[in-house]
């Protein structure tokens, strides 16, 4: 089953240290996103990415970090200086180009608490 | 700035009734317009779309929406709520300037909250 899969589902940091979430998919898109989602403010964008070893700044990247090492991988990072970290993340991916539908298909989401 | 607004934070609804999920959308050019759904610690899934064409979307679950281009609008309807429908949905506009991309401006959500 295609589909794009997020890892760990829950997680617990103290605060100082960097968390790095997982997002793989194996639905052969080009474009992959993170996104935070706080109660009430709806999701906000925090990187985005097209291909491999190539990546944009979101709305909110500033304590974030991303790479793209591989078409199906899109990992994030949460490094210490996020001054608030604790959120519902989210990861999502598109087709790109000829066949574009224009939606995003999402993760089941991480959710990180910072102790 | 490109924008989407859903002025209600909850709306109930009792099962059997119909249902209106509200949204409107400032953004430049022609919209491409999304409703999801999320259910508790889940992620988000799609529902339905507009693209162009018929102002009157269908998607999945017997949810449907109404494009209005003149009010700005894409509220989310079903005929019949039930139980399991109750949920948060976000509706979401394509940035016009994503450059190629998908990225999505989403609403703050609106839960519902259908009774027995």
Known sequence: ?115 | AQSVAQPEDQVNVAEGNPLTVKCTYSVSGNPYLFWYVQYPNRGLQFLLKYITGDNLVKGSYGFEAEFNKSQTSFHLKKPSALVSDSALYFCAVRDPFSGGYNKLIFGAGTRLAVHP
């Open chain 1, 1 to 115: 089953d295609g589909g794009i899969t997020q890892s760990p589902k829950y997680l617990f940091r103290k605060e100082g240290q960097n968390v790095t979430l997982s997002c793989e998919q194996n639905l052969n898109h080009d474009a992959m996103y993170w996104y935070r989602q706080d109660p009430g403010q709806g999701l906000r964008l925090i990187y985005y990415s097209q291909i491999v070893n190539d990546f944009q700044k979101g709305d909110i990247a500033e304590g974030y970090s991303v790479s793209r090492e591989k078409k199906e991988s899109f990992p994030l990072t949460v490094t210490s200086a996020q001054k608030n970290p604790t959120a519902f993340y989210l990861c999502a991916s598109s087709i790109e180009g000829q066949g574009n539908t224009g939606e995003l298909f999402f993760g089941e989401g991480s959710r990180l608490t910072v102790l």
